[in-house]
């Protein structure tokens, strides 16, 4: 698929995203807006999957660690065709299947119930290594994780263990948009050097334009890349993107856009009744 067609699906997602915030009055869109690219490029570009037969044991496993942009994963899968973008409706609802945060075993796609920070990578280091053992139906563990969740000692625990056993087959997606809830990820806790953390860590690790569906589908396909390592993508992405008025605000980690606002970032992103012309 080429760039502009995934630029495009992008854009929809986006849409869809801002569409379900404003009815379900929901926090977390800037979050879900800065992970659509990575998560466009995974779905619809490189990794192994089929909408239709979502259990297959050969699938590659797509583990959204930062759950609270469960927004932009349910958008994701509707458009891939998991289930139908109906039920995008229902999100936030009491009695729902769309949880604020993706939750086990009751939605086609989800591979894990994450929003606690810090248990995606673990979780994917564990399905990554038994799929070692097993020699069995090979896959890619891709995990998908925010700036924020690196505060956590679980994760570097979970790096230092998939570096130490040589888990080729585990990459991890860090969407990189420098922002936490109330402040800059690097005023929080001192992140950077990042890519280094995790070259530290025994880990093959790049830094990329995080908005590049292109280069991040190309880095995912080509995974095991050879080096006998797992391997660590540092996503400089930016919160809100796509949306001129919510690009690197933090107040959009919590704010609900009004009607007018819906209306004003679906024009920006080219959306003509939800489809990108």
Same mark, same amino acid.
């Given at each position: 698929?080429?760039?502009?067609?995934?630029?495009?699906?992008?854009?929809?997602?986006?849409?869809?995203?801002?569409?379900?915030?404003?009815?379900?009055?929901?926090?977390?869109?800037?979050?879900?807006?800065?992970?659509?690219?990575?998560?466009?490029?995974?779905?619809?570009?490189? #990794?192994?999957?089929?909408?239709?037969?979502?259990? $297959? !044991?050969? %699938?590659?496993?797509? =583990?959204? @660690?930062? &759950?609270?942009?469960?927004?932009?994963?349910?958008?994701?899968?509707?458009?891939?065709?998991?289930?139908?973008?109906?039920?995008?409706?229902?999100?936030?609802?009491?009695?729902?299947?769309?949880?604020?945060?993706?939750?086990?075993?009751?939605?086609?796609?989800?591979?894990?119930?994450?929003?606690?920070?810090?248990?995606?990578?673990?979780?994917?280091?564990?399905? #990554?290594?038994?799929?070692?053992?097993?020699?069995? $139906? !090979?896959? %890619?563990?891709?995990? =998908?994780? @925010?700036? &924020?969740?690196?505060?956590?000692?679980?994760?570097?625990?979970?790096?230092?263990?998939?570096?130490?056993?040589?888990?080729?087959?585990?990459?991890?997606?860090?969407?990189?948009?420098?922002?936490?809830?109330?402040?800059?990820?690097?005023?929080?806790?001192?992140?950077?050097?990042?890519?280094?953390?995790?070259?530290?860590?025994?880990?093959?690790?790049?830094?990329?334009?995080?908005?590049?569906?292109?280069?991040?589908? $190309?880095?995912?396909?080509?995974?095991?890349?050879? @080096?006998?390592?797992?391997?660590?993508?540092?996503?400089?992405?930016?919160?809100?993107?796509?949306?001129?008025?919510?690009?690197?605000?933090?107040?959009?980690?919590?704010?609900?856009?009004?009607?007018?606002?819906?209306?004003?970032?679906?024009?920006?992103?080219?959306?003509?009744?939800?489809?990108?012309?």
């Amino acid at each position: 698929m080429s760039r502009t067609d995934l630029q495009k699906i992008a854009a929809e997602i986006r849409g869809r995203i801002i569409t379900m915030c404003a009815a379900s009055k929901s926090a977390h869109l800037a979050s879900s807006l800065s992970v659509t690219d990575i998560l466009t490029a995974a779905y619809f570009s490189a #990794a192994n999957i089929d909408p239709n037969n979502p259990k $297959d !044991p050969a %699938r590659d496993r797509i =583990i959204l @660690s930062k &759950g609270h942009a469960a927004m932009a994963l349910y958008a994701t899968l509707a458009k891939r065709g998991y289930f139908d973008a109906a039920l995008l409706d229902t999100y936030n609802q009491d009695g729902a299947l769309l949880a604020e945060h993706p939750p086990a075993n009751l939605l086609a796609g989800v591979e894990a119930a994450t929003g606690s920070l810090g248990h995606g990578l673990p979780i994917g280091a564990g399905i #990554a290594l038994a799929n070692k053992i097993k020699k069995s $139906d !090979p896959h %890619r563990t891709i995990v =998908i994780m @925010s700036d &924020g969740e690196c505060n956590e000692g679980s994760v570097w625990e979970a790096a230092m263990f998939a570096g130490g056993n040589g888990l080729d087959n585990l990459m991890v997606f860090v969407d990189y948009n420098k922002w936490q809830a109330t402040a800059r990820s690097n005023e929080t806790l001192a992140l950077s050097p990042l890519r280094e953390k995790w070259e530290a860590f025994g880990w093959d690790a790049h830094q990329v334009d995080g908005h590049n569906p292109d280069a991040l589908a $190309d880095l995912m396909t080509n995974m095991p890349n050879g @080096s006998g390592k797992p391997v660590a993508i540092i996503c400089d992405t930016v919160k809100g993107k796509g949306v001129d008025f919510m690009e690197d605000d933090n107040n959009w980690h919590y704010r609900v856009p009004k009607h007018e606002e819906v209306e004003e970032a679906h024009k920006q992103l080219g959306l003509i009744e939800g489809v990108a012309q």
